[in-house]
């Protein structure tokens, strides 16, 4: 069994980025500015915003934070969206989710401009990815390939499970898997699948993105299968400092002897979303995505 190092990973894309930024500065280009935007004072989502601004001071882009109180109305945060969109200097943003009840998060990411949307949420850039079409791929999807591809893990003709069917993991990932280059053949599993340990027996490759721990367990994986784990629930821990400690969807410590590789909760898909978003930001820097 080998152990899928997102951190390590992530670690040398970033590396990677800044170089590339710093011979795009040197020769008079301008550096990519990512800017997020902020609603409220969740805790998952403080987290994630102030390690996306810490990933591009590594990366050496600049970046924005705009916060807003829980209270901003819809109308508001359009308009907010609308100024991202019509200022020169900001190549990518986010509008970090969730949002407050009251606000559809439908309507904002559908106001965000596509040549501008590094998350990769809007309805163009997820149709664009469909056909197989350039487009801002969501961040989540992109990294579990990126780690698929760097550690050089067989994907042609393998039969790949993707548990849950969510537009920001689930969905994206089947179809990425599906892609000439990859070539899975892809099964998609969601709550109202009747033979689901069935079908994960089968699965050379169990992408887990349930949100549920330990949901996948030691008798739903053949030997040798490769398990990636997207979950990330905070589960309550005495013993743990912060008094929780995250679990992904796999049971990890009774999965994992059966596999030939697996990624870890945390440590593993999660600090290749964060990368992930950076590659599209540098890419919208570039113009590489919509060349007009």
Same mark, same amino acid.
């Given at each position: 069994?080998?152990?899928?190092?997102?951190?390590?990973?992530?670690?040398?894309?970033?590396?990677?980025?800044?170089?590339? &930024?710093? =011979?795009?500065?040197?020769?008079?280009?301008?550096?990519?500015?990512?800017?997020?935007?902020?609603?409220?004072?969740?805790?998952?989502?403080?987290?994630? &915003?102030?390690?996306?601004?810490?990933?591009?001071?590594?990366?050496?882009?600049?970046?924005?934070?705009?916060?807003?109180?829980?209270?901003?109305?819809?109308?508001?945060?359009?308009?907010? &969206?609308?100024?991202?969109?019509?200022?020169?200097?900001?190549?990518?943003?986010?509008?970090?989710?969730?949002?407050?009840?009251? *606000?559809?998060?439908?309507?904002?990411?559908?106001? *965000?401009?596509?040549?501008?949307?590094?998350?990769?949420?809007?309805?163009?850039?997820?149709?664009?990815?469909?056909?197989?079409?350039?487009?801002? *791929?969501? %961040?989540?999807? =992109?990294?579990?390939?990126?780690?698929? =591809?760097?550690?050089?893990?067989?994907?042609?003709?393998?039969?790949? &499970?993707?548990?849950?069917?969510?537009?920001?993991?689930?969905?994206?990932?089947?179809?990425?898997?599906?892609?000439?280059?990859?070539?899975?053949?892809?099964?998609?599993?969601?709550?109202?699948?009747?033979?689901?340990?069935?079908?994960?027996? =089968?699965?050379?490759?169990?992408?887990?993105?349930?949100?549920?721990?330990?949901?996948?367990?030691?008798?739903?994986?053949?030997?040798?299968?490769? *398990?990636?784990?997207?979950?990330?629930?905070?589960?309550?821990?005495?013993?743990?400092?912060?008094?929780?400690?995250?679990?992904?969807?796999?049971?990890?410590?009774?999965?994992?002897?059966?596999?030939?590789?697996?990624?870890?909760?945390?440590?593993?898909?999660?600090?290749?979303?964060?990368?992930?978003?950076?590659?599209?930001?540098?890419?919208?820097?570039?113009? %590489?995505?919509?060349?007009?």
């Amino acid at each position: 069994m080998e152990l899928i190092d997102g951190k390590k990973t992530s670690k040398e894309i970033r590396e990677e980025i800044a170089a590339e &930024v710093a =011979q795009i500065v040197a020769a008079g280009g301008k550096r990519p500015h990512l800017a997020a935007v902020l609603v409220g004072h969740d805790g998952g989502s403080e987290t994630y &915003v102030a390690n996306k601004v810490k990933a591009c001071e590594e990366c050496g882009f600049t970046s924005t934070l705009k916060r807003f109180e829980d209270n901003i109305t819809e109308a508001e945060l359009l308009a907010v &969206v609308d100024d991202l969109n019509n200022d020169p200097d900001v190549d990518g943003f986010i509008v970090q989710l969730p949002l407050p009840k009251h *606000i559809s998060e439908e309507k904002i990411t559908e106001a *965000i401009n596509p040549k501008k949307d590094v998350d990769g949420f809007h309805p163009q850039n997820v149709g664009r990815m469909t056909i197989g079409a350039p487009a801002f *791929i969501s %961040a989540t999807p =992109q990294g579990i390939v990126d780690l698929i =591809q760097r550690y050089k893990i067989e994907t042609k003709g393998k039969h790949a &499970v993707v548990i849950g069917r969510s537009n920001i993991v689930g969905r994206p990932m089947s179809v990425l898997l599906s892609q000439k280059g990859i070539d899975c053949t892809v099964t998609v599993c969601h709550s109202r699948t009747a033979n689901m340990k069935e079908l994960c027996l =089968q699965a050379d490759i169990i992408i887990a993105a349930i949100g549920k721990p330990g949901f996948v367990t030691a008798d739903m994986v053949k030997p040798g299968a490769v *398990i990636i784990d997207v979950g990330t629930t905070r589960v309550t821990d005495p013993t743990a400092e912060r008094g929780w400690r995250l679990k992904g969807d796999v049971d990890f410590q009774n999965v994992a002897p059966k596999c030939s590789y697996i990624t870890p909760v945390p440590g593993g898909v999660g600090p290749m979303t964060i990368v992930s978003l950076m590659k599209n930001t540098l890419l919208a820097g570039k113009k %590489a995505i919509y060349k007009d």
